[in-house]
């Protein structure tokens, strides 16, 4: 199994600033996602986070709005820049595990409230 | 392209009776197909996965669903519903395999009446 935490929980930010979500995993994990879920509304992915290299984005996310990183296996940071009201939602953190056999297991983060006025 | 069609935004049952909240998928290819629940303030936890073994699949807290590849559905069901059932739903599909990249309906809001 795997553990996930973000940091921070949930914050009120000022449109036009900057904030950055931490995602944290117990171990070592190849796979790593960013999920976005607005008001009311289902989950998104926004991108796939690739460490030591470029994050892929889905369709409709850019780096420019929503750049992450990925120092190493355990570690991610999505950042939503310049924000605006329509930013607002919940950002999930996501890993897939290996399980015994060919398996994978999927994880979802307790997810970061975001609240932009 | 994939998609998933969760019938009925709330579903509201009595303590005892039958959970049944429905999902019709699409799927260009073999599809791997997910229920998640989600607790108020809570993140995702896994119920249930079909990944082309046997089509009823059994998870967690008594939950159970059947892959119907003629209906393209995977029906998510509980013999007899607990207050603590209340919660959302999510059925997902993965794009292609077990990749992670996990495509979600619009989910399913259970309330359990004493």
């Known amino acids: 199994s795997a553990v996930i935490s973000q940091k921070p929980s949930r914050d009120i930010c000022q449109r036009g600033t900057s904030l950055t979500i931490q995602c944290q995993v117990d171990?070592?994990?190849?796979?790593m996602f960013w999920y976005r879920q607005q008001p009311g509304q289902s989950l998104t992915l926004i991108a796939t986070?690739?460490?030591?290299?470029?994050?892929?984005?889905e369709s409709g996310f850019v780096i420019d709005k929503f750049p992450i990183s990925r120092p190493n296996l355990t570690f991610s940071t999505l950042t939503v820049s310049n924000m605006s009201p329509e930013d607002s939602s919940i950002y999930l953190c996501?890993?897939?595990?290996?399980?015994?056999?060919?398996?994978?297991?999927?994880?979802f983060g307790p997810g970061t409230r975001l609240t932009v006025t | 392209a994939q998609s998933v069609t969760q019938l009925g935004s709330h579903v509201s049952v009595s303590e005892g009776a039958l959970v049944l909240l429905r999902c019709n998928y699409s799927?260009?290819?073999?599809?791997?197909l997910f229920w998640y629940v989600q607790y108020p303030n809570q993140g995702l936890q896994l119920l249930l996965k079909?990944?082309?073994?046997?089509?009823l699949v059994k998870g967690i807290n008594g939950f159970e669903a059947e892959f119907k590849k003629s209906e393209t559905s995977f029906h998510l069901t509980k013999p007899s519903a607990h207050m603590s059932d209340a919660a959302e739903y999510f059925c997902?599909?993965?794009?292609?395999?077990?990749?992670?990249?996990?495509?979600f309906g619009q989910g399913t809001t259970l309330q359990v009446k004493p």
């Open positions: 996501s890993v897939l595990t290996p399980v015994q056999g060919q398996s994978y297991e999927q994880y």
């Open positions: 171990s070592q994990v190849t796979m």
């Open positions: 986070a690739n460490q030591g290299s470029e994050a892929t984005y």
């Open positions: 799927s260009s290819v073999p599809p791997y």
């Open positions: 079909y990944t082309s073994a046997a089509t």
């Open positions: 997902a599909v993965s794009a292609s395999g077990n990749t992670g990249k996990l495509i």
